[in-house]
């Protein structure tokens, strides 16, 4: 990699409105750096975003996480204090075909409310309230070009934007890979070293209540599933603030089954999910109907394995993070972004501090 002089700290464009980029943002917003937040999707979230349907909002991404590391654990404590988050689940369980266990997990686990994705346009409210922000939907990135003035960003239909003197990309390796792959080699290297894992969500709306599984209690809220194809069910409609909602299921197949069958239609990978769900129960047990269902495929869910590395930079002012260089979790995501975001400052702050001495 080139060594350069470092840009200054002043105008960040970051790639990604998920949490990694909206927790990047709020922290550098706090600092007084102006920053635009790019995202191909319609909405902030990513993961966390939710699928709305005229009956029900359904989690396809993160169902629930946990708070571990202690500036997390502070943020998450305002959320509650704010009704942005509730504790979910309560009861949980350990499900196969050959019956249904208790699963008893001390950790406290969490949820958005009224859905997830109710914590990441907080987010985006958030760093929005700070003067010479902005939050660019529905624009895909496709290149960077660098001039003396700065980062200059490409969309999918030519539209320039910038200059900014730092870019920070939050988006999984694969997708990174082109962005920076002309221009620092050492960031595409860890691109192309982070394999990706992928992974199919299907939901479920029902036309009635699920009956109540053998051993089971009829209020459970979650199950993770010993089954080939089949390894986690949400029910929506036990979250907090989605009471009203008819039962709705959120059913999250396992990576190796998701791999196998990654290029199969979406209403095929729904039918085989939910073949795999009724095993659950005996085979004379009536099941409500399915008045809708499909599935959504994530190319890029998780990394194949675990990375204590939560973020990468370089002296020309690119820079990397998110939960695809870690654990695949909402804390992580959020932590690598405020970590992130973090270092540029520190380094910034250092290398005035530098400059200055050096003038003397």
Same mark, same amino acid.
């Given at each position: 990699?080139?060594?350069? &002089? ?7 464009? /970051? /790639? ?16 007084? =750096? ?12 990513? @993961? ?17 996480? &946990? ?17 942005? =988050? ?36 907080? +987010? ?16 895909? /990135? ?37 962005? =920076?792959?002309?221009?620092?080699? &050492?960031?595409? #290297? ?15 709306? +029902? ?10 209690? $009829? ?5 993770? /599933? ?7 069910? %949400? ?11 008819? #039962?709705?299921?959120? +059913? ?5 089954? *998701?791999?196998?069958? +990654? ?35 994530? @190319? ?13 930079? *370089?002296? *020309? ?6 939960? $695809?260089?870690?654990? %695949?979790?909402?804390? $992580?995501?959020?932590?690598?972004? &405020? ?8 380094? $910034? =702050? ?7 001495? *050096?003038?003397?």
């Amino acid at each position: 990699m080139t060594t350069v &002089t470092s840009p200054s700290l002043s105008n960040v464009a /970051i /790639i990604g409105a998920g949490i990694t980029g909206l927790a990047c943002a709020n922290r550098l917003v706090e600092h007084g =750096v102006a920053v635009t937040v790019f995202d191909k999707a319609r909405g902030p979230g990513g @993961r966390m975003s939710t699928k709305r349907l005229d009956q029900a909002q359904l989690d396809l991404g993160a169902q629930a996480f &946990t708070a571990r590391d202690p500036a997390f654990r502070d943020a998450v404590a305002d959320w509650l204090a704010s009704g942005l =988050v509730a504790r979910w689940p309560i009861v949980s369980y350990q499900a196969s075909p050959n019956g249904w266990q208790l699963h008893h997990d001390s950790r406290p686990r969490y949820t958005g409310v009224p859905r997830m994705s109710a914590i990441t346009r907080h +987010l985006a409210a958030r760093f929005q309230a700070h003067p010479q922000t902005a939050l660019q939907l529905a624009t895909r /990135i496709e290149a960077l070009h660098r001039s003396p003035k700065g980062w200059q960003l490409q969309d999918a239909q030519g539209r320039g934007y910038g200059p900014f003197d730092h870019v920070v990309l939050t988006t999984p390796p694969p997708q990174a890979l082109p962005l =920076v792959a002309p221009w620092e080699t &050492t960031l595409a #290297e860890a691109c192309q070293a982070r394999e990706q894992r992928s992974c199919w969500a299907a939901w479920a709306v +029902l036309d009635g209540p699920l009956p109540t599984p053998p051993g089971s209690q $009829s209020d459970w809220q979650m199950a993770r /599933i010993e089954h080939p194809a089949l390894r986690l069910v %949400s029910r929506n409609q036990t979250k907090p603030g989605r009471e009203h909602q008819p #039962e709705s299921l959120s +059913l999250m197949a396992h990576l190796d089954w *998701s791999e196998t069958h +990654l290029e199969d239609d979406p209403q095929a990978v729904a039918e085989s999910l939910w073949a795999a769900f009724t095993t659950l129960f005996p085979a004379d047990t009536p099941l409500p109907l399915r008045v809708t269902s499909s599935a959504h495929r994530w @190319r890029y869910a998780q990394p194949s394995t675990a990375d204590d590395q939560l973020y990468l930079y *370089s002296d *020309s002012g690119l820079a990397m993070c998110g939960d $695809s260089f870690t654990a %695949s979790r909402v804390e $992580s995501a959020w932590v690598s972004g &405020t970590q992130s975001a973090q270092a540029l400052i520190d380094r $910034s =702050v250092h290398n005035r501090a530098s400059s200055s001495h *050096s003038n003397k």
